[in-house]
Each structure stands twice: as C-alpha cells, then as structure tokens.
C-alpha cells in the first residue's frame, strides 16, 4: 500500500515536472515566432513610409533622378520577392542601402533639410530601420533560448519526443548593416 | 534574460518571506509584552498594517508617483524622438505593450519607471535629461528603466518597501508602550519568562526595523546593477548608457517633488546631492554613479550579461556578482556591441524640441508665419489677430487657442 502510496506520487511529480518542460517549450516557441513577425511587422512599416519620403524628396532633388529610382525599385523588388528568407533579407538590404544613399545625397540640399515634413520622416525611417535591428537580435535572442531548451538535458529529451526543433538564426550582421543610415550635418 | 527573469522571481519570492518572517517575529514579541498570552494578537496587527500598505501602495501607487513627481503624459507627436526611441526598446526588449510615457518639466536630468507588470506600465523622464541626450544615451537610459519592468522590480519592491514600513510602524508601537505604558502594570510581571520575552522584544524592536531597511536598500542597489547589465544588453551599446550617467552625475541641479519610496526606480538615485552620488555607500538606494559608469566602461566591445558580471566583478573587487549561475550558462550567446549611431540633432535642437513640446503641453498655439518664423501664443491672449514680431504680418488667433 505504502509501496503504491510512493509510486503514485513519483509518478505525479513525474508528470507535473513533464508538463512543466512542455510549457517551457511551448513558450520558448511562441516567443520565436513573435520575434519573427516583430521583424515583419517592421519591414513593413519601412515599405509603407518610403513612397511619402520618396514624393517629399521628389521636389527638391531635380538632379538626381537615379537615387530615387533606386529606392523605388528596391522596394519594389523587397516587396514582389517571396519565399526564401535569405532572398527576402538579401532583397531588404539593398533597400537599406539605397535608402543610406537617398539620405547622403540629401546632405546637399540645405532646402530638404530645412523641410518639417523631410525631417520628420527621416525621424520615422532612421527609427525603422533601427527597430528592424532590435527585432532581428530579438528573434536571435528567443532562437538561442529554443536552441538552448531543445538542446541541453533534461528538455532536450522531451523536446525530441514531442517534435521541438531549433529555428535558423539570423548571421551576424556587419557593423555597417546595423547603422542607421548615415547622416552628418 | 528569460532565465533572468525566473531567477530574480525566485530570490525576491525568498526574501519577501524572510522579511515577513522579521515582521511575525515582531508582531509577536511585542504582542507579548503588552500582555502576555497576547502574541498571536501582535502578529495579526502586524500583518494587517503590512496588508493595509501593501493595498494603498498596489491600488494607487502608480498615480500618486506620477502626481507627485508632476509627470504629463504626452502622445507621439509631442516629441516623436523620445517615442521611437521608447518604442525601439520595447522591440529590443520584447515588451509587447509599450509604456505611457510621461514627461516632468524639470531641469534635473533624470527618468523613472513605474508599473506593476509588463502592461499597463509608464515611463518618465525630465525635460533636463530630453535637452542633455543624444540618441544612444536617451536609448541607454530607457534601456535601463524597461528591464525595471521587464525585472518586476516595481512590484518586488513595492511589497518589499510595504513590509519593511509594517516593521517600522510596528516597532516605533512598541517602543513607545514600553517607554510610557509599561510601568502601570510592572507589579504584577515578575516572572522569568516575561524578562526573557522583555529583553527579545526589546532587541527585535531596535534591530528588526534597521535590518529591513537595509535589506531592502541592498536589494534596491542590486535592481540597479541588474537594469543597468540589462540596458547595455538591450542597447547592445553599453557605452551609451555610461556616457548618460555621467551627463546625469555631472548636473548640479536637484530634483524636486520626488516621495522616498519612488527614489528606487529612478535611474540615478534622485535624493542624493552631487556629491554624494559619487560616494559609496551601503545606505545608498543606488550604487555610487562612478562606479557603475566604470562597469559599463570596461564592458569591451560584448554587451552580454556574462560580460558585465566579469567586469563587475573587476571593478569593484567583490567576490559576489549580480547573477546567479543559471541565469549566466543560458546566456552564453556573443552579444557583440554596435558602432554609435549619429544623431543630427544638435544640442540647440533637443532643447527647442523639448521647450517647443513644454509649451504645447501648456496649451500655447504655434502659428508658422511666412516669414520663417514661429509665433508661440498664450492661452490667455485675448486679441482677435497678432502681428509677428519679425516682418510685421497679420495673423488670425485660433480661439480657443489650438495647437497646430
């Protein structure tokens, strides 16, 4: 009876601890996958302010047709690519490069930078594109903790039992990927 | 982070019951001088005063900080800098409900964070530290002031600070029957026990309110360490929280309106004077301001936890760190630090984004005259139209005056 008594308690601590690591999971999970649309949400944004820079800057930039185009097209080709995450960041980054551009030129242009509305969307853009840095490093931070959970032991048993896997991490991204675009006055 | 979080739940779960323990101890002791036999009546007293703080300072703790300190809350438009930048570490920090934010129209550079949980908390800063940082130094300090919510220390020290008043109040009770009540009934107590239950109580009464406020003082400073390890680590710049400490520590002026109580959860310990900010001291809610710029400093180029305990460690030459074990071997990802981030705001412009913003908050109208310049215009003008000072235009007076 005692004998049982221990069994059925061992076997309720047991069980307790197991849903305990599931939820762990579970939640390690759902925080990347919030991280990942967190990055969404903010290329996003980022798609949606460039047309209003774009026809702001239109009217003051006579001569340099090309920068412009430039930014218009990459996000174009930012927006139409779809599939592989590599190829959509690779897309991502040339506009984050073309935008860096836009803003440099813009540097000659006492009138543009005199402009409220100029400034205020540059505000909205340099705070995009950071923000587009915080949730990458986000979604790596809860992509390592996953990693971490579905790896080291106890969890990683259960994690095996009840399909866990690790997500992909973003690579590393060179200092000058991480800077806001750059701007002296 | 996440095993951060947990741990530092853990702990402050210890502690608060360690300090309750104070308080039953207390209540008791000081029940049974009073009449012996009547112990178990002193602890409830004692757990009703703790639960009558606890329910004041949890319903309504957030606007009687806020009201005292004269906060405002203001909306995007008033200083879309200050929003981004509060938004940017809510992303960084995976805060899904972002904090009001509020502003205090003071010259003293300093930021506070209040807030039981994650939703429904705010942020406040000065106007003094708007016109003092730049960008990397703004997100340095709202870094700081998240990982305060994100860490729950607004609650923990909430009931921690309840608990150490319920003491407080509990033994100054006592000590005053002892001094004016006691001798009435002196005849009538001869026996041993009563000494033994004397000379406890007495002891308890001294020492118990001491130990609870440095306890809780102890634990205020290690939620500095803590945000600041999680400031730099958000950031990924711990360079940039440092450079705003040091811009804080270096304002002569002081902040007023501040209740003792809220002086944990600012960023830099706003009832210390200057120069005793710099001092270290055990009786400190904040660790000396030098000291955790030193920290920062000799960070390295990796803005991880586990960096910042090596470096803690390394400064201040104490063989205990901020972090548990368990929460450093989750945190064994490279955090590499980021290069600064160039604000094109120059000083001149923060302070005319932050008065312009002041003055919207007191209901002034900005009329954009032609000729370049802005007309600011009371409330209280009671004139139809106003001529602008530079070129002599006419202008209409939006009444009531609206702000544009």
Same mark, same amino acid.
């Given at each position: 009876m005692l004998v049982l008594l221990v069994l059925l308690a061992l076997a309720a601590i047991l069980v307790i601890f197991v849903i305990g690591v599931y939820n762990g999971l579970v939640r390690a999970r759902n925080d990347v996958k919030n991280g990942w649309s967190q990055i969404d949400v903010q290329l996003k944004r980022r798609h949606d302010l460039i047309p209003n820079l774009v026809e702001t800057v239109r009217g003051y930039m006579t001569h340099e047709r090309g920068t412009l185009e430039a930014v218009t097209k990459a996000r174009q080709q930012a927006i139409s690519v779809s599939g592989d995450v590599a190829d959509r960041m690779k897309a991502e980054n040339m506009l984050s490069q073309t935008l860096r551009s836009l803003f440099a030129v813009a540097e000659s242009y006492p009138d543009l930078k005199a402009n409220q509305n100029f400034l205020a969307l540059q505000?909205?853009?340099?705070?995009?594109? /950071?923000?587009?840095?915080?949730?990458?490093?986000?979604?790596?931070?809860?992509?390592?903790?996953?990693? /971490?959970?579905?790896?080291?032991?106890?969890? /990683?048993?259960?994690?095996?039992?009840?399909?866990?896997?690790?997500?992909?991490?973003?690579?590393?991204?060179?200092?000058?990927?991480?800077?806001?675009p750059q701007i002296k006055f | 982070m996440f095993e951060l979080i947990r741990a530092n739940q853990r702990r402050a779960a210890f502690l608060v019951v360690a300090v309750a323990g104070l308080l039953i101890a207390t209540g008791y002791a000081i029940g049974e001088v009073?009449?012996?036999?009547?112990? &178990?009546?002193?602890?409830?007293?004692?757990?009703? =005063?703790?639960?009558?703080?606890? $329910? $004041?300072?949890?319903?309504?703790?957030?606007?009687?900080?806020?009201? =005292?300190?004269g906060a405002r809350r203001i909306e995007k438009k008033d200083h879309p800098v200050l929003f981004n930048v509060v938004e940017e #570490?809510?992303?960084?920090?995976?805060? %899904?409900?972002? &904090?009001?934010?509020?502003?205090?129209?003071?010259?003293?550079?300093?930021?506070?964070?209040?807030?039981?949980?994650?939703?429904?908390?705010?942020?406040? $800063?000065?106007a003094g530290l708007l016109e003092r940082l730049d960008r990397d130094e703004l997100q340095g300090v709202i870094g700081h002031e998240l990982a305060h919510i994100k860490n729950r220390d607004v609650l923990y020290l909430m009931m921690l600070g309840a608990l150490a008043g319920a003491i407080v109040i509990l033994a100054d009770a006592g000590r005053r029957f002892l001094w004016y009540g006691r001798g009435r009934r002196r005849t009538s107590d001869k026996g041993g026990g009563g000494a033994v239950i004397l000379v406890v109580a007495l002891v308890l009464m001294i020492v118990a309110p001491i130990v609870a406020h440095l306890?809780?003082?102890?634990?205020?400073?290690?939620?500095?360490? =803590?945000?600041?390890?999680?400031?730099?680590?958000?950031?990924?710049?711990?360079?940039?929280?440092?450079?705003?400490?040091?811009?804080?520590?270096?304002?002569?002026?002081?902040?007023?309106?501040?209740?003792?109580? #809220?002086?944990? #959860?600012?960023?830099?310990?706003?009832?210390?004077t200057p120069g005793a900010r710099r001092l270290s001291s055990w009786g400190g809610t904040h660790p000396p301001i030098e000291e955790r710029i030193r920290i920062l400093r000799s960070m390295a180029g990796e803005a991880s936890l586990?960096?910042?305990?090596?470096?803690?460690?390394?400064?201040?030459?104490?063989?205990?760190?901020?972090?548990?074990?368990?929460?450093? %071997?989750?945190?064994?990802?490279?955090?590499?630090?980021?290069?600064?981030?160039?604000?094109?705001?120059?000083?001149?412009?923060?302070?005319?984004?932050?008065?312009? #913003?002041?003055?919207? =908050?007191?209901?002034?109208?900005?009329?954009?005259?032609?000729?370049?310049?802005?007309?600011?215009?009371? &409330?209280?003008y009671a004139g139809e139209t106003i001529h602008c000072p530079q070129c002599g235009a006419e202008h209409p007076v939006p009444h009531p005056a609206v702000t544009v």
């Open positions: 505000e909205e853009v340099t705070s995009t594109e /950071n923000k587009i840095g915080f949730a990458r490093q986000y979604y790596n931070d809860t992509a390592m903790r996953l990693k /971490n959970k579905v790896e080291m032991f106890p969890s /990683n048993i259960f994690a095996s039992m009840f399909g866990f896997s690790p997500e992909p991490f973003f690579e590393v991204e060179t200092a000058a990927e991480r800077q806001a | 009073v009449q012996p036999g009547a112990g &178990p009546a002193g602890l409830v007293a004692g757990f009703a =005063l703790w639960a009558i703080l606890s $329910v $004041v300072a949890y319903s309504s703790g957030d606007s009687i900080f806020l009201g =005292l300190a #570490m809510c992303v960084a920090s995976g805060l %899904a409900t972002p &904090p009001a934010v509020y502003v205090i129209d003071q010259e003293a550079p300093n930021a506070f964070a209040t807030g039981r949980s994650e939703t429904g908390a705010s942020i406040a $800063v000065t306890l809780y003082l102890a634990v205020s400073r290690r939620r500095e360490y =803590l945000a600041d390890a999680c400031g730099a680590r958000f950031t990924r710049y711990p360079e940039g929280l440092a450079s705003a400490l040091e811009k804080i520590a270096a304002s002569p002026a002081a902040l007023s309106g501040v209740s003792r109580a #809220m002086a944990p #959860m600012y960023i830099s310990d706003p009832l210390a586990a960096r910042y305990e090596e470096s803690f460690r390394k400064v201040t030459r104490r063989p205990v760190g901020v972090f548990p074990a368990a929460v450093l %071997a989750e945190e064994r990802a490279a955090a590499a630090t980021r290069a600064p981030t160039p604000d094109p705001r120059t000083r001149v412009d923060r302070v005319r984004q932050t008065t312009d #913003m002041l003055w919207r =908050l007191k209901g002034f109208a900005f009329l954009p005259c032609a000729c370049g310049t802005t007309l600011k215009v009371p &409330p209280a």
